[in-house]
């Protein structure tokens, strides 16, 4: 899969190991995917702490794999969880979130990156669609922490998983429809997930004053008491003043991108992470 991309000599999960290896934070880690495939590159920069699971249908069975197998050797119901594609991963990145979101006062945590940590790639040709909250603008960051006990209904993640490329238009109504089978939260939902489509549109067609001034229809913590609902627990939107975690490699495109400026982009976030 993506995560197996070769970039500056490395395969991209190879990145995210190394990352999550330097980072103080983290203990154990596991890396569900294809163990043929992941293993070596799991083994030659994991240090002895990182080990391959052999992965599960989706993204949703691979985070219960994972973190089924994190509870058997660690005394924290917490985890964090990342994509296996993100080769701007950063120690000081990981630190940030697990240090500064206060994760702790919920059972899941969602991190974002802010639109304005996002826009000075758009030169490149890397176009990040944003989400436009009332109270800030991003994109989900590909890491979250959870607490995996406390979530009751992960069948909504799974269907809702499946549903998660809103351009195309029809699955944006599967989600609605999904969403319908949901209790009390089905009124707040369904008007979020249609202004958040409009901002997506609105982003993509560069109308992004529009944008804005739709978001004022859609604060974060009717998103946060509405997703909770519906997962059965509690959720957060963490969206700190500077993140790149949402910048992962969705095509080939963007792989070439990253290859051809992989070393400014490395440092541009690293000075910015650090400043």
Not at 136 to 146: H, K, Y
Request: charged fraction near 25%; aromatic fraction near 12%.
């Amino acid at each position: 899969g993506k995560a197996m991309l070769r970039l500056d000599g490395k395969p991209l999960v190879a990145m995210v190991v190394e990352a999550l290896v330097n980072s103080p934070s983290i203990g154990d880690i596991y890396v569900v995917g294809q163990e043929a495939y992941l293993k070596k590159s799991v083994e030659d920069y994991g240090r002895g702490r990182a080990v391959t699971i052999k992965q599960g249908s989706n993204l949703v069975e691979n985070v219960m794999l994972g973190y089924e197998r994190a509870r058997k050797e660690s005394r924290t119901p917490y985890a964090l969880v990342l994509s296996g594609d993100m080769p701007l991963l950063t120690p000081t990145e990981i630190e940030n979130f697990i240090q500064k979101s206060d994760y702790r006062v919920v059972d899941c945590t969602v991190a974002f990156s802010p639109q304005s940590s996002l826009l000075p790639f758009e030169v490149y040709g890397i176009h990040m669609g944003c989400i436009y909250f009332r109270e800030f603008t991003g994109r989900i960051a590909n890491m979250m922490i959870v607490n995996l006990e406390e979530v009751k209904n992960i069948h909504h993640l799974r269907k809702i998983y499946e549903l998660r490329y809103q351009r195309h238009l029809l699955n944006y109504f599967r989600l609605v429809g999904e969403i319908m089978r949901t209790a009390s939260s089905r009124p707040t939902l369904i008007w979020l997930s249609f202004f958040g489509q409009m901002g997506l549109k609105c982003d993509r067609f560069g109308l992004r004053w529009l944008a804005r001034r739709l978001s004022g229809f859609a604060p974060v913590g009717a998103f946060e008491r509405a997703v909770g609902e519906i997962f059965g627990t509690k959720v957060r939107a963490w969206c700190p003043k500077t993140s790149f975690g949402a910048l992962d490699v969705d095509n080939q495109q963007d792989l070439d991108v990253f290859k051809k400026h992989f070393p400014e982009f490395r440092a541009f976030v690293e000075k910015n992470l650090s400043g």
